[in-house]
């Protein structure tokens, strides 16, 4: 299978839901965007990416703490009128942060494209 930079992931993400409200490719570990993209001026995505990475690491935390023997799939926050989508890569070194807005996306799609953006990740 052939590996994408996050460049291209976010290339093809935005291709498949061309109205997110942002996306973008995080390093697990500290936090950085490695390519973003916001369709609202508004919307920081590289903000967004720093605190959602503490959402990871403690979930990472409690399967330990828990002794889970488990990994993650996804992790979905549902705000008023957002959706907003976190998925680990295959190695759990980058993350795929996506935006959406509950109204205009269907959430099964949009955690399909997110999935098989992950797989190809490089």
Known sequence: MSTLTPNQVIQNILKELPSLVAVAVVETETGMPLAHHS???SFDAETAAAYNTEVVKQKLKAIQALKLNQ???DILLTLTDQLHLLKLSADGGKFIYLAVNSADTNLAMARQIV??????LN
Do not use: G
């Open 39 to 41: 369709n609202l001026a």
């Open 71 to 73: 990994t993650i799939q």
């Open 115 to 120: 999935k098989s953006q992950a797989a190809v």
